[in-house]
């Protein structure tokens, strides 16, 4: 599993959590993990993308590192009711 964040101090959490992944730090736009994977996960970061052009960017750069059989999961939360404490997960 290769886990990727922009963040260098995410990476360090994760590194400790996650000891035995591969970390990359870098931003999904470019990233270049030099190989295919069978899943590339994209979670609730997505969101933070407001631009069409820069997240179909995203989305074209993950195809490029799956398999050729290979899935592309995309999952996001939002949450429509801050009193609730209740997350809403697409």
Known sequence: MT???L????IEISRVL????????SEMEII????DFDLVFIHDVISY???KND???VMK??????????????????????KDQ???VE
């Open 3 to 5: 886990l990727t964040d």
């Open 7 to 10: 963040s260098p101090n995410m």
């Open 18 to 25: 996650n000891p035995d992944c591969l970390h990359m730090q």
């Open 32 to 35: 270049d993990a030099v190989r």
């Open 49 to 51: 993308f407001m631009d």
């Open 55 to 57: 997240l179909l960017t």
């Open 61 to 82: 750069n993950a195809k490029k590192h799956l398999n050729s059989d290979g899935l592309r999961y995309l999952e996001w939360s939002y949450d429509l009711d801050t």
């Open 86 to 88: 209740v997350t809403e």
